[in-house]
């Protein structure tokens, strides 16, 4: 108030005149705040700082917003201090560097400082406690998780039927089929293979001559056969790009997907079951095997799980073979239904969904995506995975909207909402909560957190409304998402 | 002598702590003065003005120096009135049920925004200096805070224009709609009175 400034012209006596008197009434305002008042401030930012160049070095930077409640703590006792001050009548203006307001109200530094200290060790002991308990809980569904869930997987990986499998992938080398192994056994199997290419021909007629057939059925109109570690490797590769395909967020049968065909499930079992590369695990006549001869080149990235979700449908085909499993009646259903699908003459969603659950030992089912896929790929179709059923009509490819499509969809509108700043003059984070139709227009926004039922938060919100995200199909969704005004 | 700020944001930004006290003792009136406009009383005036300094001294390594540092200082002291303003508001809110209902349904929640002047200051104040205060709170915060930029501090347009962040021409307009809708409610006071 004090430095000249080029004040706004005033073509109009009567603003002058009307500036003159809001500046008279301010001033009359501002002569109420006492000097010890105002030279405190000095003397409190002064102490503040101490603490933060103390707390967390030069402070220069700090974040701001660490420290708010210490800040009004402080405050009070500033305001506490200005007050004695006032009456002890010290000059309030205090150097920097030095502390002698520390001195008048030492007493009460104790009593905070007291305080403070309490309030360390309380809260130390609450965390150290927390973080005990934390740890045994931990340890506890730790063990307890293994306990529980190793014994079914390795049922579903059981060693012994490797060789009855390895006899039946001899036998279908022999009949002209596509030989079907998975990644892990592949590295074992496919040097066999190629030193005893004779000799499998002498055994073709010995050994699984029904799951051969059935394999021959399966598979007898395919393409030529392919190495067999190339038809498992891609064979899993095609597996993972199915899974990962359709990460919606909210849309169900996506998310059944993910969930069903998720490695996350069978993880803990796999390696100990199924050492990843080590070859151990069981060789498979199983459906990524079937769409191998059109899958792309081989991947290394065949998962190790993969090896149990193959096993588990070996166990199925070679049905003697695992009759002392206790899946058996899953399996043959498992069996029937990946038949059906590698024929095609039964391509139901339900028919991948059971494969994967008894593979992966879970519930959740895949979607039938990843079935069309590879029966796409088994008949020689497209190449490129659908998105979804082809069957579909005209639906949306969509189930949901992603994060990308939200981020989208707001950043088209983010520019408007920095504009309720300029127009309210108040920045932060603004929290909004948009309920979303399934064809994308936003049907309802309301602000949340601390600008709710204020003009910025308003204003944000009615610029949401304008905002437009891909349609897709399904029941609506509702969505969190915060601006940040900047000043 | 007196250095210049540049010297001095040099020396505080290089960790001396004076030479950023020696900025705080400088600006320290200013900046209560531009808080107490905004809030309307001195218990919050004080309270922003402390923790305007505190920001400014957390934030002194983000700061460019292309504006002066009176205009930074003074767009922190301002946004952390208005914030001030809010969170002063969330809490009248919580304790009005007729407040919280307004603000729920949305009707003219920036008048809870309003300065909170305090009754025994205004028992201080004449009766004209209390109508055209009266007058003022009225306003949105927006304009309020444009108005007393621009007539109280005595800023040009150009540097309110940059510690709002806004065009030169919204703080024009902004100014001289407060000064229409003051003018109007000063009216209004005078014949009620």
């Known amino acids: 108030m004090s430095e000249p400034t080029n004040t706004p012209s005033h ?8 500036d003159d008197r809001v500046r008279a009434a301010s001033e009359a305002l501002f002569a109420l705040a006492s000097e010890a008042k105002l030279d405190g401030i000095a003397a409190w930012v002064d102490r503040e700082l101490e603490q933060i160049d ?3 070095g030069s402070g220069v930077a700090t974040p701001v917003a660490t420290s708010l409640p210490a800040d009004r703590e402080h405050r009070r006792e500033s305001r506490m201090m200005s007050d004695s001050d006032k009456t002890s009548g010290r000059d309030s203006v205090t150097p920097p560097s030095t502390k002698p307001a520390r001195t008048d109200d030492s007493g009460l530094h104790d009593l905070k400082a007291l305080a403070q200290d309490t309030r360390k060790r309380i809260s130390k002991r609450i965390t150290t406690q927390i973080d005990t308990i934390d740890e045994s809980l931990l340890s506890a569904s730790h063990s307890g998780l293994r306990a529980v869930a190793l014994p079914e997987p390795a049922l579903m990986v059981s060693l012994p039927d490797v060789p009855a499998t390895m006899a039946q992938v001899r036998a279908a080398a022999a009949a002209g089929v596509p030989a079907p192994v998975t990644a892990s056994e592949g590295a074992i199997i496919a040097p066999l293979a190629r030193k005893r290419t004779a000799v499998w021909v002498g055994l073709g007629a010995v050994g699984l001559a029904a799951a051969a057939a059935i394999v021959i059925m399966s598979g007898g109109k395919k393409d030529p056969p392919p190495a067999p570690t190339v038809a498992s490797a891609a064979g899993a590769d095609q597996e993972a790009r199915v899974d990962v395909a359709p990460a919606m967020p909210t849309g169900p049968a996506p998310a059944a997907e993910v969930t069903g065909s998720a490695p996350t499930g069978s993880a803990p079992t796999d390696p100990a079951a199924v ?5 151990a695990g069981g060789a498979t006549v199983d459906r990524a095997a079937i769409v191998a001869p059109v899958a792309p080149p081989p991947s290394t990235t065949a998962s190790a799980d993969k090896g149990r ?8 085909i070679t049905d003697g073979a695992a009759a002392g499993s206790s899946k058996k009646p899953e399996a043959s259903k498992r069996d029937a239904d990946a038949l059906a699908v590698a024929t095609g003459t039964a391509a139901k969603p339900g028919g991948k969904a059971e494969v994967k659950a008894g593979a992966g030992a879970k519930p959740a089912a895949s979607g039938e995506k990843s079935i069309e ?21 005209a639906a949306p490819d969509k189930t949901g909207l992603d994060t990308g499509d939200i981020k989208k969809g707001m950043r088209g509108v983010a520019g408007k909402a920095q504009g309720c700043f300029d127009q309210h003059g108040v920045a932060g984070h603004v929290k909004v909560r948009a309920t979303v139709a399934s064809s994308g227009a936003v049907t309802k926004v309301e602000a949340t957190g601390e600008f709710a039922g204020t003009p910025t938060g308003s204003c944000v919100a009615d610029v949401v409304k304008g905002a437009a995200f891909p349609a897709w199909s399904g029941s609506p969704m509702t969505i969190n998402y915060s601006f940040t005004l900047q000043e | 002598m007196a250095e210049d700020d540049p010297d001095l944001l040099a020396r505080a930004r290089a960790g001396d702590r004076s030479a950023f006290g020696a900025l705080v003792r400088r600006y320290q009136r200013r900046v209560y003065a531009a808080a107490l406009n905004v809030t309307g009383n001195h218990a919050d005036a004080e309270d922003v003005a402390q923790e305007t300094f505190v920001r400014a001294y957390r934030g002194l390594a983000g700061f460019d120096g292309r504006a ?16 001030r303003l809010r969170s002063g508001r969330r809490t009248a809110a919580l304790a009005d049920a007729g407040a919280a209902e307004v603000a729920q349904l ?22 004209e200096v209390r109508a055209v205060l009266a007058a003022v709170a009225e306003l949105s915060a927006t304009l309020r805070v444009t108005l007393v930029l621009a007539t109280v501090e005595g800023l ?6 940059e510690i709002l962040d806004i065009p030169e021409g919204t703080v024009a307009w902004r100014v001289n709609e407060a000064r229409r809708l003051l003018r109007e409610r000063l009216a209004d006071a005078n014949g009620k009175t």
């Open chain 1, 275 to 279: 050492p990843a590369g080590a070859g």
């Open chain 2, 68 to 83: 002066d540092f009176f205009t930074w200082l003074y767009r922190i002291a301002v946004n952390t009135a208005l914030n």
């Open chain 1, 373 to 393: 896929d590879l029966l796409d790929d088994a008949s020689g179709g497209p190449t490129k995975p659908k998105d979804t059923a082809g069957d579909a009509p």
């Open chain 1, 309 to 316: 979700v193959s096993d588990g449908k070996r166990e199925a």
């Open chain 2, 106 to 127: 949305g009707g003219k929640p920036e008048d809870l925004g309003s300065p909170r002047y305090a009754p025994d200051e205004q028992a201080a104040l004449t009766q």
């Open chain 2, 156 to 161: 040009s347009h150009r540097q309110i224009a």
């Open chain 1, 54 to 56: 103390r707390r967390g």
């Open chain 1, 11 to 18: 073509d109009d006596p009567s603003d002058r005149a009307l």
